[in-house]
């Protein structure tokens, strides 16, 4: 999380997101001219760490100009473009590629093809790394795309609040909500459930366990619970798709909250996904993924000595314990790189005492 300004920018795209899509973009030029050796015209200022990039991993000869354009006043479109530098090539008969950072409502790309029209260009393509389809107004086609994103303002690779933040090796979003939503994660016996119930009270979120939530829905034969026990019988995975209409039930009953805690979802990455988007929906996003980590033999310590009392027979068995823990690690695995590409990753020391564990929790849900 960053502050420019008066704002407050969270992470949205990280680096390696960015260069594939440079990559991507340089790659598919690089094919439609043919060998040909094209111009890249950047559209200043934005545009400069695009075209840099996209120069130094494009595989043939290349030119590059800039025109600089200005169009944006604070966080919205003033609606008006006006021309401050034009390009001093000639460009008869060259293939010309405008390079935008970002495309939006398409104003100012409107502006440069009129500019252009009466250069004789041989081809005239626009490629541009961010574009916003929900914002775009005009009927001018672009022709190579980086990264679709929401209609939402960002900074960072170029793109700047009033100046600040060009310089930011990666892209933040405009932070317009105050929920934090949190997914926590921990091993068997890492004590999640423990401060689960600390993190609810302290910060005032819903806490929402899948496996709650799975037992109340077929415990109340509701149409997602029978749905999900229709599965469960014939010993197949419950559906996706089901499992996240069971989380945007619970969070539709908790309109206006503070924020949640996930506990037991996602598991892979197509559920994180799928989260992403509801809680899009919501005009909100996952803050982190916060994980208790502890050492395996603690855990395993931990469970045979919760077995003596809790009467779960898998908390008796050393061999059943320690296949839960290898199971959690092969399931958190790819979740923990998904959300590590976002700087969305935070591990914690899981061993110590309840409050020990909780201040170090409470440290870095602070910091989202």
Do not use: W
């Amino acid at each position: 999380m960053i502050q420019l300004h008066d704002k407050t920018f969270v992470p949205f795209i990280g680096q390696q997101k960015i260069a594939l899509a440079i990559e991507k973009l340089a790659m598919k030029i690089s094919e439609d001219v043919k060998g040909e050796v094209p111009i890249f015209i950047g559209v200043l200022n934005g545009a400069f760490m695009v075209v840099s990039d996209l120069m130094r991993v494009y595989p043939g000869n290349c030119e590059v100009s800039f025109v600089k354009m200005a169009s944006y006043e604070g966080t919205s479109s003033s609606g008006t473009v006006s021309k401050l530098i034009g390009v001093n090539e000639n460009l008869e008969g060259r293939t010309v590629i405008i390079v935008e950072d970002i495309v939006d409502t398409g104003n100012t790309l409107e502006v440069l093809h009129t500019l252009f029209s009466e250069q004789k260009i041989k081809v005239l393509k626009t490629a541009t790394l961010f574009f916003k389809p929900e914002a775009y107004k005009k009927d001018l086609k672009i022709d190579y795309v980086g990264i679709e994103i929401p209609n939402k303002f960002i900074v960072g690779y170029g793109l700047d609040y009033d100046g600040l933040g060009r310089n930011l090796p990666k892209v933040y979003q405009l932070k317009t909500q105050q929920m934090t939503n949190i997914i926590l994660f921990g091993p068997p016996g890492a004590g999640k459930g423990t401060q689960a119930e600390v993190l609810k009270d302290t910060y005032n979120l819903v806490h929402i366990s899948t496996g709650d939530v799975f037992r109340y829905n077929i415990k109340n034969e509701t149409e997602l619970g029978l749905s999900a026990k229709s599965y469960m019988d014939k010993g197949q995975l419950v559906p996706d798709e089901v499992t996240i209409n069971m989380l945007k039930a619970e969070v539709e009953k908790n309109e206006g909250a503070n924020g949640f805690i996930f506990d037991g979802f996602p598991r892979t990455e197509a559920q994180a996904k799928a989260l992403d988007k509801l809680l899009e929906s919501k005009n909100t996003q996952v803050n982190g993924m916060v994980a208790l980590e502890v050492d395996d033999e603690v855990l395993v310590k931990r469970l045979l000595e919760r077995g003596k009392t809790s009467g779960r027979p898998d908390d008796a068995d050393e061999s059943i314990i320690r296949n839960r823990i290898k199971v959690y690690y092969d399931e958190t695995a790819i979740l923990k790189n998904y959300y590590q590409k976002q700087d969305k990753y935070f591990g914690v020391d899981g061993v110590g005492s309840i409050e020990e564990i909780t201040e170090r929790l409470n440290n870095v849900i602070d910091g989202l």
